[in-house]
């Protein structure tokens, strides 16, 4: 039980510490913990689902919802093209002051620099895209695309950094321009699509949702989407590892269970004789039950009580140096995971799998100290 207890006490502390960094990395790429949209926009991204007077309406909740991070931004697919390729990405116009401070694609700059302007002609490009359009830093791209009135919008911009997420289809498909260019380019007049808040806690975004939307105009009909909403897949392939984690934990709890039924239910047996002379004395045989089941109590307490201390202790050393899986690199970085893993311990890691061990070894003792009600005293007595 305290082997048992001390992997299940690591394991789900492992599991949730993934998910966790599953969470914030994948919402620090792009998505924030919350934004500020039209209704619609999120599931069809149509240009014309806006947000109006997009700069003036994060400045407002930028200095009401400290210590909140808040960016302003716009979006539409266009043509990207350079002397010799062509290809259609998706366009972001960023505020550069304060992109940073919502997303992580800044920090992932390899090549020159990040955007510095609202206004400059420039643009900043994932690291495969660059290669698909064979262009380096300093090069020109033509962008190409429809403005929000239904128009023809084409602009040049230099390419001064190049990025690179570890998400290829980021790296691929995405690009990011100066928020005043992408509203000077695609005649937004001062609208935009998203604004994206960052909070200081993902546990907070319950109670800072209502405190936006209060924030928002009344005439504008807009909402507010929480990362659950924006990134639904995220969750549900959470819930789906989840599943899977939890029947495997379910098999060992349960072959631990069989454990103590054996050890129990032999140590009744082996003792069929004593139980059979002092049940003559005029024990009664519940109470011999009793004794059963204080027995196994006391052994599942301990087993509770070393196998969480044995697992915290564990999981506190590798949530401190990290747990590393050799080969497994590129797929961690398909799911936005570091190649190094921290577990997070918490009381609910740390107690819950050992408590339901309890649990089930206190009903897996039921059986031997139920039997004793059919033991006769006579019969047991003549045991050898």
Do not use: C
């Not at 830093?137 to 929000?148: A, I, K």
């Not at 599942?300 to 196998?307: A, D, Q």
């Not at 311990?345 to 089930?360: K, N």
């Amino acid at each position: 039980m305290v082997f048992a207890n001390m992997l299940l006490v690591f394991m789900m502390s492992l599991q949730f510490g993934m998910y966790g960094l599953m969470i914030d990395n994948s919402l620090k790429l792009f998505t924030g913990h919350m934004q500020v949209q039209a209704p619609g926009f999120n599931d069809e991204k149509k240009m014309r689902q806006t947000v109006p007077d997009i700069l003036p309406l994060a400045r407002k909740i930028r200095e009401r919802l400290t210590p909140a991070r808040v960016a302003a931004r716009g979006s539409t697919f266009a043509l990207a093209s350079s002397k010799d390729r062509s290809f259609g990405i998706a366009i972001l116009g960023v505020e550069s002051a304060f992109e940073p401070q919502v997303s992580s694609i800044p920090g992932l700059v390899k090549e020159g620099r990040y955007l510095t302007s609202d206004n400059a002609a420039e643009i900043v490009i994932g690291e495969v895209l660059a290669k698909n359009l064979r262009v380096r830093l300093g090069d020109e791209l033509t962008l190409l695309g429809s403005g929000l009135d239904g128009s023809f919008a084409a602009t040049v911009v230099e390419i001064v950094g190049i990025f690179d997420s570890g998400v290829k289809d980021i790296d691929r498909n995405v690009a990011q321009i100066p928020i005043g260019l992408f509203q000077e380019t695609f005649f937004m007049d001062g609208a935009g699509h998203q604004v994206v808040i960052a909070a200081d806690d993902r546990d907070r975004v319950p109670e800072l949702l209502p405190r936006v939307a209060a924030l928002l105009p009344a005439s504008a009909g807009l909402v507010v989407l929480d990362w659950n909403q924006l990134q639904p897949g995220l969750k549900q392939a959470i819930q789906a590892d989840m599943a899977s984690s939890f029947f495997m934990y379910f098999v060992l709890v349960i072959l631990v269970s069989f454990s103590v039924l054996n050890t129990q239910l032999m140590s009744v047996l082996e003792r069929t004789r004593e139980f059979g002379i002092v049940m003559a004395l005029g024990l009664k045989p519940g109470k011999l039950g009793r004794l059963v089941l204080l027995e196994t109590a006391i052994m599942g307490m301990m087993g509770l009580l070393l196998g969480a201390l044995a697992g915290g202790v564990l999981t506190a050393w590798f949530s401190t140096n990290g747990v590393v899986f050799p080969g497994m690199d590129e797929m961690a970085a398909q799911f936005n995971l570091p190649a190094r893993m921290y577990p997070k311990v918490s009381l609910t890691t740390l107690f819950s799998g050992p408590a339901i061990v309890f649990v089930f070894t206190m009903i897996a003792a039921l059986y031997p100290a139920v039997r004793l009600n059919w033991q006769k005293p006579v019969d047991a007595m003549r045991v050898a």
